[in-house]
């Protein structure tokens, strides 16, 4: 089964920027696609962005204008740019890949984490004021 490995998190000022990586290591099925979740602590885990089955990107309203997802030519690893950064934007940000993440904005759902079968361990971004 394939394994997910963020990198880029780390802390810093807010109005600040930060570009997480999400590289997938070993096979990953071509009707998989990936997205970016975050988990701060005591809230749920929420949708950030995703790259949807016919390449388009959706995101979660508290990040669209700031953040900005993509994924190189081979769609294998994932990009995360976040530019003005917020303390509520602190959390631990996690990459997934799944089906569910090709349909249209399945990752703006409230439920948009549940049922997804591959994480990674997660990457920690701290935003000061």
């Known amino acids: 089964q394939v394994q997910l490995v963020e990198s880029g998190g780390g802390s810093v000022q807010a109005g600040g920027s930060l570009r997480l990586s999400c590289a997938p290591s070993?096979?990953?099925?071509?009707?998989?696609?990936m997205g970016w979740f975050r988990q701060a602590v005591g809230k749920e885990r929420e949708g950030v962005a995703a790259?949807?089955?016919?390449?388009?990107?959706s995101y979660g309203d508290s990040v669209k204008g700031r953040f900005t997802v993509s994924q190189d030519n081979d769609k294998n690893t994932l990009f995360l740019q976040m530019n003005s950064l917020k303390p509520e934007d602190t959390a631990m940000y996690y990459c997934?890949?799944?089906?569910?993440?090709?349909?249209?904005?399945?990752?703006?759902?409230?439920?948009?984490?549940?049922?997804?079968?591959?994480w990674g361990q997660g990457t920690l971004v701290t935003v000061s004021s």
């Open positions: 070993g096979y990953m099925y071509s009707t998989y696609c």
């Open positions: 790259v949807e089955g016919d390449g388009s990107t």
């Open positions: 997934a890949a799944d089906p569910l993440l090709c349909l249209e904005g399945w990752v703006r759902r409230e439920d948009a984490a549940k049922d997804l079968d591959t």
